[in-house]
């Protein structure tokens, strides 16, 4: 009731209010799948058993010369099969009918259409071409959401606290031009993960249904820079190093390059094979993700700019705090997703719900077959996380690590070991590294952290398996060397002596022995080596040495090595000592041949 107010005031409040009880009609644009494969009718049923087995899908429309004359539905199909008509060509079971949609058709003519003519997926077309399809499933989610009382969240104001102003002027730039060249433009999977957790934003990755090769070149061509792109993978890498790129809202600092990548569905041959992959839709795209938490995409064309999508319980798991694979086939189409859930767990606090970690379970002993190098790229992103060990006994808990390399354990000695290389490198104990930057310094002595205790044929094997560049496998070997060792250095031992047990290691492996060994005698010694003895040299060189009369040959070499010992035990200390050193030595060598 409206009593004694003025209209203009009761107008206002209307288009306040009416946002929240009554939603726009839904377009059959927003809900249909992009990407469709269509079947000719005179195609061998047979040939179409394999294409649905290939791609687990339902059903094909069928089209002859642009026009939709069917549905195949892998029901008609496995009859067929059944009864020998493999060679006969489809039309011959294919639903008729020339039916469809138009992409600005409302959902309700979708579902009309579904109960009259009894097909479980229609056809989408624009422009005489068909582009997408609706099918039952994506009516029920449909229903779903608007059951739905969804949580309030502004994606775009969580774009605007993470991107500095430049970089995300320029990205509503990107989804300006995808928009022109009728594309759609999304961040997906990962990337708004961390928005919604307000984590650190390090890559920009863009999908893209459409050209992303072409959206890429557009941005190179109005910008500069240089694109790199795969077009059998319809990829493309716009490099901006070096490349002034200027924004309403400043230059652009900091960003090296944009990843582009079209929307895509992935098909696998058989368990544990790299996928085959052709363009699709942005659902069929978030469908070939991981774990839930990363199929959320938010789309960057101005007339829905910020608008996120979950197709699949995403949001409802990040809040729950779950990781979660998509089907329970997930870990046998690609087991390296078992070391991905370890690591997402310990990265975000979160959990493996217990029918993912069920099929973790079922599915470990597949890690065997995935490829040596594929492994390993993933281990070493695990050993470059803050605490890699976390995420290493969980792998252990879910029996995965005998399959990464035989012999790997993660018990409770190799934790401790790992937080003390962690500390020690943290507050400085240990410093000499050789140059090499501190975030790959620990993952080399990870990695040797966790040979440490294999023994020499489980070692070369693992070195076999996951493919280890030569100075890596060396360094491996080189651990288990300077291991047997250490008894020795446990005696008194002058410090040429140690230097003499030493000096063909090299110093990632003293390091990792350093972490590992006991307290006493032979840790101290490893540690001054590395830090101190390693570099002492003789003051004399070869050119002064022959000065001296000593010959060209071996010989210099011998008397290098002298004077370095003498000088680590102290027996020379001034360049007039060492030259002392050598004149007593080239003198008694004299007295022994005269003699």
Known sequence: MIRGRPLEEIREELVRILPRHIRPAVTVAEIMSRGVRVLPPDLPIREAAKEMQRTGHEGFPVVREGRVVGLLTRRAVDRAMQHGLGGQPVERVMEKGEVFVLPSDPVEKVQRLMIETGWGQIPVVEDGEVVGIVTRTDLIQLWGERRKVRPRFSVTSAMEVAFPPPWLALVREIG???QAMGFTAYFVGGLVRDLILNHPIVDVDIVVEGDAIALADAMRARYGGRVVAHRRFGTAKWLLEGTA???PAGPVEGLRA????????EFYAHPTALPQVEPSSIKQDLHRRDFTINTLAVCLNPDRFG????FYGGLQDMQRGLIRVLH???FVEDPTRILR???LEARLGFRVEPRTEELIHHAADLLARVSGERIRHEME???????????????EEWKALTFVMPGLRADDWLQERFRAMRAALEDGEWQAREGTPLDRWRVLAGWGLMAYRLTPAQLEQGIRRLRFPGREAEALRAVLEVRGKLERLAQPLKPSAVAEHLDPYPLIALFVVWVAAPPGRARENLFQYAHAW???RPLLRGDDLRQLGIPPGPAIGEMLRALRAARLDGEVQTREDEIAFVKARIGAASGQGSR
Do not use: H, K, Y
């Open 381 to 395: 992103l695990i050993l470059a996380e803050p605490e890699p060990e976390r995420i290493l006994a969980r792998l």
């Open 328 to 330: 329970s086939l997930s």
């Open 534 to 536: 390693r570099r002492v």
């Open 245 to 247: 790129i200027a924004t």
């Open 307 to 310: 608008e996120l999508l979950d």
């Open 341 to 343: 859930a370890a690591r």
């Open 176 to 178: 300006a031009t995808a």
């Open 258 to 265: 944009i990843d582009f990548v079209t929307a895509r569905r």
